[in-house]
């Protein structure tokens, strides 16, 4: 979860600061680890108690930084989602907007613009497209709630509320819930899973981890050499394998972060554990979680709802006005020749123009 992985950002951004750059940083990074642990020693023998077996230290940076690496990319791609998007609306909307009508003269030789098609984008149209949206839509993209996330009429039992917010305020088990085993966590498009191990588990040597698209399981290594299961259970739902891995927190468990393959939300994470009402949960979602669509929306009522504050046109005025900008230097226009002039009009309410006398 977010808060899990951001706790240490103040003290990460205060040696990044000090640095200034990005290679000193990874330096002091790598350095600690080499002066104050074991994670560039390598193990010669089995019997040997510290340091990875040769090539496993590398193996664990290479999977780490597959990781955000394959996160960044998807940014990049919904980026250039999101603004292949706006290009394709801005376009729709001019094609579709029809000329307006100059009812400014009556010189008879003066040809009136033609519209291109009999459709008219309207402002009232436009405000309705966004109506019941732009008020909540607040800068930290506080994001929508799913359809399937009504509230249930029935009420809930007391005790089963207090529970849920207990897990609710643990971001650990934030919209899941904690078993003698494991506690779960789950957004909309991930789960994470954190397998209890004992205090003498501080080695990933001392874990076996298996993730399969439908199946996790997690061992630990015994005393004797033998291997016992933690976690050894299907899964209600499909992962991408590839999108998934795990890592070791010493002493305390194995974090698995799984992918999921479905935009869904999971009642249990493995087969057979008990159901959680998905209804009570908090069904909201990060903006970077929604179809490029749906963030391509609420940017646009974002921006609308900044520019109605400052008392400057918003996004379906401003097509309007470059629709005007064009009709106002066209061949049979009276205003050819002159400076766009916007003050020369108004739109009313139902988004119809209106020029002003001289």
């Not at 029935?154 to 506690?183: C, H, I, M, S, V």
């Not at 981890?209 to 004797?224: A, G």
């Amino acid at each position: 979860m977010a808060s899990d992985a951001e706790k240490y950002d103040a003290a990460l951004l205060g040696i990044l600061q000090n640095e200034g750059k990005v290679a000193p940083f990874l330096d002091v990074i790598l350095g600690f680890l080499y002066r104050r642990t074991d994670f560039f020693r390598i193990m010669k023998a089995d019997t040997d108690s510290l340091g990875f077996p040769p090539g496993i230290a590398f193996k664990l940076l290479e999977n780490i930084f597959k990781k955000y690496e394959s996160l960044a990319a998807k940014d990049s791609k919904r980026a250039e989602q999101v603004k292949k998007s706006r290009e394709i609306q801005a376009a729709s909307a001019t094609e579709n907007s029809q000329p307006v009508q100059m009812d400014i003269t009556e010189d008879a030789n003066v040809p009136p613009l033609e519209a291109k098609n009999d459709q008219k984008v309207t402002k009232s149209q436009s405000e309705g497209e966004v109506k019941g949206g732009v008020s909540g839509i607040e800068e930290t993209h506080s994001a929508e709630r799913l359809e399937d996330c009504v509230e249930e009429k029935e009420k809930e039992d007391p005790e089963l509320a207090r529970q849920r917010r207990e897990l609710q305020a643990n971001p650990l088990t934030y919209n899941g819930a904690e078993y003698d085993a494991y506690f779960w966590s789950q957004t909309i498009t991930e789960a994470d899973v954190r397998v209890k191990v004992p205090k003498s588990v501080v080695k990933g040597r001392q874990v076996k981890v298996e993730i399969q698209k439908k199946h996790i399981t997690v061992k630990k290594l015994e005393q004797d050499g033998t291997w016992s299961d933690l976690v050894n259970d299907d899964l209600s739902w499909e992962i991408n394998m590839e999108d998934s891995m795990w890592t070791l927190n010493p002493g305390e468990y194995v974090h698995i972060n799984l992918e999921k393959r479905q935009e869904r939300w999971w009642e249990n994470v493995f087969v057979g554990e008990p159901k959680i009402n998905t209804q009570k949960i908090d069904c909201s979602r990060p903006m970077t979680d929604l179809d490029d669509e749906a963030q391509a929306k609420i940017e646009e009522m974002m921006y609308n709802q900044r520019q109605k504050q400052l008392g400057l046109p918003q996004s379906h005025e401003t097509k309007t006005q470059e629709v005007l900008r064009k009709a106002w230097d066209a061949e049979g226009s009276p205003f050819k020749g002159q400076p766009f002039d916007p003050s020369r009009f108004n739109v009313d309410p139902n988004g119809i123009i209106n020029f002003k006398d001289t």
